[in-house]
């Protein structure tokens, strides 16, 4: 018994969610702030060793403009795709049930486009990021070896400069 108990199981996770994100996009030298509804999805795979876990995540958001800005004249959207290294620690575990905390870090790679509406111009900047994450969720475990999770995600990007709470679903 003791050896199946120390032993690395591998998994693979999907989950999605969404969000209202702010973020920072640079125009002509100014810093505007947007915001926006935000949809996340992603996709991890990683092993499993008694009560922690750890992964490699794929993770890709796009953000639409805010009402107001598109009144304003302006839209803005964002994409989001990043790679992170993620580490998860059940704190209370039991045959059936999880609860979870856990904290990742990667690289960001994003685009961004802003279109002034009323001048037709359209600028779009490209980069990297550092990506930082911090979770907390539920898992609920099904006998056939899988897992239904609930929770919620914090993601800070650095640039453009992005802080979110993400609620998700996932298996």
Sequence with gaps: EESKKSRYHPYIRMDMG???????????GETSKFSGF???????????????????????RATVSDVLFIIAGSTASIENKAVMANVFYDFVSYKYFALYIGG?????????????????????????????????????????????????????????????FVPKIGA
Excluded: C
């Design 104 to 164: 990742g870090a990667g690289l960001n790679m994003w685009t961004n486009n802003y279109k002034n509406n009323i001048t037709h111009v359209v600028t779009t900047d490209s980069g990297s990021s550092f990506a930082g994450g911090i979770y907390l969720g539920s898992s609920i475990n099904i006998p056939i070896g899988l897992s239904i999770d609930f929770g919620v995600d914090y993601l800070y990007v650095s640039e453009p400069q992005m802080n979110s």
């Design 18 to 28: 969404f969000t209202y994100t702010g973020f920072d996009i640079k125009y002509q």
């Design 38 to 60: 935000q949809g996340m999805f992603n996709f991890a795979a990683g092993v499993k060793k008694e009560r922690t876990r750890f992964e490699l995540d794929y993770q890709s």
